[in-house]
């Protein structure tokens, strides 16, 4: 027995409905308008509009990496879907700005994780973070390539004829 369809035929037959989420198309464009990490894969990381670090694998979780697709002026606020209405925010800040339309840096930079990460090039702590999420670790304009974890437990021999990078040994290895 099929169920009865409910319409609400006033309501979608005279007013085009608007989209509620942001598509493929314009999540890249926000993606792309972010600040670059310098020293870091743009396709991999960036800088949210509080100034946090975020992970491109890290959309929609809870994390300090993590990060949402944000309208600037709230949909309930009328604000729209698209790319000129999108930033990306660091999903606690996110959370935090909710449907305020006006939240200037300061204000948002106060609701991020207290954990910061930085770019310096002798803190590794990225590199470990982005060698467990990707598998290696790229550096734009750098012509080496990251070893693999297979590669460094010898389980692995790349194909690959560009150099492997050499990263720092501990000293409790």
């Known amino acids: 027995m099929s169920s009865p369809r409910h319409s609400n035929s006033s309501v979608s037959d005279n007013k085009e409905e608007r989209p509620r989420f942001f598509d493929a198309k314009t999540k890249a464009l926000c993606w792309a308008k972010a600040s670059v990490v310098p020293g ?19 959309c929609n979780c809870q ?18 879907s698209i790319a000129e209405n999108c930033q990306i925010l660091q999903t606690r800040v996110n959370r935090f700005k ?10 948002l930079e106060g609701f991020s ?3 910061k990460f930085t770019v310096d090039p002798a803190d590794k702590e990225l590199d470990i ?3 467990a999420v990707y598998g290696d670790v790229l550096r ?3 012509q080496c390539r990251c070893r693999t974890v297979a590669e460094m437990l010898g389980q692995y ?12 040994q501990s000293e409790t290895l």
């Open 63 to 80: 994390g300090c990496l993590c990060f949402e697709y944000d309208h600037i002026v709230p949909y309930s606020k009328g604000g729209e």
């Open 129 to 131: 973070i982005e060698m």
């Open 157 to 168: 021999k790349s194909k690959d004829r560009m150099a492997a990078c050499k990263l720092p």
């Open 113 to 115: 994780c207290d954990v």
């Open 140 to 142: 734009p304009g750098n």
């Open 98 to 107: 909710s449907d305020k339309a006006v939240v200037d840096r300061t204000e």
């Open 40 to 58: 870091r894969h743009p396709e991999r990381w960036r800088y949210d509009a509080a100034g946090n670090i975020v992970c491109k694998r890290f």
